[in-house]
């Protein structure tokens, strides 16, 4: 067993989104974890989230009690960004769902498709 590397590069490329639902979903009536504004971990992004997000998304679930989204507000809580579930609005910024993103490989900020 040998240690595993890095093997794409990061750019940071903010004006191309990476992936999102193609089927015209609308997210109206899902739920989301609103937290206190936090930056983005990706070096150089100025970006400043107020929701649990994947690649800017706004991650979004059916269910209010969904055992992922509460798996994501407790990690929000236990580094201090006190979530809060809230029901998603279209005017708090683009979203995808929770398991689409799972399913995309969970995608990321600022890794390019080669």
């Not at 983005?40 to 679930?61: K, Q, Y």
Request: with cysteine; charged share 25%; hydrophobic share 40%.
């Amino acid at each position: 067993m040998e240690q595993g590397r890095v093997v794409f590069e990061e750019v940071l490329d903010t004006e191309e989104e990476l992936w999102v639902d193609d089927d015209g979903t609308n997210y109206e009536g899902w739920w989301c974890v609103r937290t206190d504004p936090f930056p983005c971990p990706a070096s150089g992004c100025d970006f400043i989230a107020e929701f649990m997000t994947a690649a800017h998304l706004i991650l979004v679930w059916q269910e209010q009690d969904d055992p992922n989204l509460l798996k994501q507000a407790g990690r929000a809580r236990d580094v201090g960004r006190n979530p809060r579930v809230v029901g998603y609005r279209s005017e708090f910024g683009p979203s995808a769902s929770y398991y689409a993103w799972l399913a995309a490989g969970r995608p990321v900020h600022g890794v390019r498709a080669q």
